[in-house]
Nanobody
Framework: QVQLVDSGGGLVQAGGSLRLSCAASGRTFNNIAMAWFRQAPGKEREFVTAISWSGATYYADSVKGRFTISRDNAKDTVYLQMYSLKPEDTAVYYC??????????????????WGQGTQVTVSS
């Protein structure tokens, strides 16, 4: 089992920045793929970004160039740095994890472990 605790959400003005964190515990962080998904009110949960154990990254087109995912394997933590935030980025953001790390998948059904979610609200 893997426990994920995500944090760092908040209220920010359009154009601002936020950094989300996701701390993992339990089963080994080795060979684990990590991802962020988000869910806006009335919409399905959607893929945002993912990172493999080796550091390969994948992004949804809507966030390319604005969001950066990274991981610190020594701290069992993954980060999502968000820049140039837009009102349409408003959602609950969820950290997710799966074994094995490769291939990295972008479908939420491919992830076995989820954080509790952290709210990100971008005001216009």
């Amino acid at each position: 089992q893997v426990q994920l605790v995500d944090s760092g959400g908040g209220l920010v003005q359009a154009g601002g920045s936020l950094r989300l964190s996701c701390a993992a515990s339990g089963r080994t962080f080795n060979n684990i793929a990590m991802a962020w998904f988000r869910q806006a009110p009335g919409k399905e949960r959607e893929f945002v970004t993912a990172i493999s154990w080796s550091g390969a990254t994948y992004y949804a087109d809507s966030v390319k160039g604005r969001f950066t995912i990274s991981r610190d394997n020594a701290k069992d933590t993954v980060y999502l740095q968000m820049y140039s935030l837009k009102p349409e980025d408003t959602a609950v953001y969820y950290c997710a994890a799966r074994y094995p790390s490769d291939p990295v998948v972008t479908d939420k059904g491919g992830y076995d472990y989820w954080g509790q979610g952290t709210q990100v609200t971008v005001s216009s």
